[in-house]
């Protein structure tokens, strides 16, 4: 059962991998238009990467950066999501708190940066902080949603039947909630990783922020493609290597809808 899982998961891959060579095709064409100075090739940027791998303070800079990262996701979607599902079933607080998630999510991250810094200075704590901030609604949207628009005559037919609680938002309310959650997740994990390198880059705190400021300072174009193209690459694979298993695990029924169905 889990190598028939596997195979599918790799097999559905073919399809986000041709989207990536169309992009890097594009990426070729604007390289040819602009030149090296402007735009590397995905060539030039490919040995690059290679020499940041190979270099002495790459474990260093992406285990700083991967640390931060995931304690300010780790913030925001426990706490976004426990705060959403708690106010999802509050139209008093749905009403109050949605202006609030709109306010804070039209704030530029730039902003919430120079901000962090004053507040906590040019080090890591500057950066899970805004990462916190920043996408912290986001999960807090989803998880919201999700119980908002929970089907109600189903809840209330299974505390007909007898059940509790916590029974009814385990069988009922979290599987819809679910469908709201992994989108959230999958946005602000993205937005975790892009709001760390730039606060990084702000503060210089170190990290591949701090990489990125030193490959600027010197005008190095390669190497800011490298750093650039890694930290998508980071992104993609905690996207796809975390959230997108958890979300088939959790999400078995969508493969209902496949031509194969359901095998229990």
């Not at 701090?210 to 993609?236: C, K, M, N, S, Y």
């Amino acid at each position: 059962m889990r190598l028939s899982w596997l195979g599918r998961y790799l097999w559905s891959g073919w399809a986000g991998a041709a989207g990536l060579f169309c992009l890097l095709a594009a990426w070729q064409a604007s390289h040819e238009v602009y030149g090296s100075f402007v735009l590397p090739s995905p060539l030039q940027t490919l040995a690059a990467i290679r020499d940041v791998v190979r270099g002495p303070g790459f474990v260093a800079a992406v285990a700083e950066t991967a640390a931060r990262t995931f304690t300010g996701f780790g913030l925001a979607a426990g706490l976004g999501t426990v705060a959403g599902a708690i106010a999802g079933y509050s139209f008093a607080a749905m009403r109050v708190m949605r202006p609030v998630v709109a306010v804070v999510l039209g704030v530029p991250p730039i902003s919430w940066i120079v901000l962090a810094l004053i507040w906590f200075g040019a080090s890591g704590g500057s950066a899970v902080a805004t990462v916190v901030v920043a996408a912290l609604p986001i999960s807090f949207a989803g998880a919201l949603e999700g119980v908002a628009t929970r089907d109600r005559s189903l809840d209330a037919m299974a505390r007909v039947f007898g059940a509790g609680p916590l029974r009814r938002f385990r069988t009922v309310t979290l599987p819809h909630l679910l469908s709201y959650l992994f989108p959230a997740w999958t946005t602000t994990v993205g937005t975790a990783w892009k709001v760390t390198v730039m606060a990084e880059l702000l503060a210089n705190a170190g990290g591949i922020g701090g990489e990125l400021a030193t490959a600027r300072a010197l005008f190095d174009i390669p190497q800011v493609t490298a750093w650039t193209t890694l930290v998508v690459a980071f992104a993609l694979a905690t996207d796809y290597g975390l959230l997108t298993p958890l979300r088939e695990r959790l999400e078995r029924w969508r493969s209902a809808g496949l031509p194969w169905g359901v095998k229990r």
